[in-house]
């Protein structure tokens, strides 16, 4: 059999069988669990709140389809000259094994002092969430490790400063466009 012959045939078989090898592989990123309650990027992707209705505020977290996290919460403007406040807070997401979604985001907290808002620490906030269905994610684990400015909040260097793993019931909802609102 000829060089050509025998190339030809190689590809023949060859290409088929790596097309057939290529779909296997990449066939179980794409899958979704049709709202079995586990994590995946199709079911967490997008913008939830969660509203507290006894102490008037709201968190909000968005999840990016490339892992970016971002969260925050409207009492950060309550506290500005009491208090100390907050700003934004980034980070990423990842799907758990166990079909939970983890969600570290790091942020600087600010604290009053004659008269202004001085930076007080930086602060890493992790909140495991349970898929419930494509739209409430509900908290089951949360804690917040404060670092000194000078520490990297992505260390472990960090102190504990609150949290809870049998959590209230905190629960995100997906904002959905609401087409009703537009005449």
Known sequence: MSKKKLSALAMGVLAPAAL?????????????????GVCSGKKVVGSFIRVNPINK????????????AYWYQSTAFDFLVT???YIPEIGSWAC?????????????????????????KNTRFTQKLIVVD??????????TRVFALADDPLGNNGTVQGGCTSCPPYT?????PVPTDVP
């Open 57 to 68: 505020y709201m968190d909000q977290l968005i999840l990016t389809s490339d892992g970016i």
């Open 83 to 85: 208090g100390g406040t």
């Open 20 to 36: 057939v090898i290529l779909s296997l592989s990449i066939a179980p990123v794409f899958a979704d669990n049709n709202n079995s």
């Open 96 to 120: 758990q094994t166990d079909g939970t979604v983890l969600v570290t985001t790091i942020s600087t907290q600010y604290q009053p002092q004659s008269g202004d808002e001085v930076k007080d």
């Open 134 to 143: 494509e739209d409430t994610l509900e908290v089951s684990a949360r804690f």
């Open 172 to 176: 995100y909802k997906r904002i959905k």
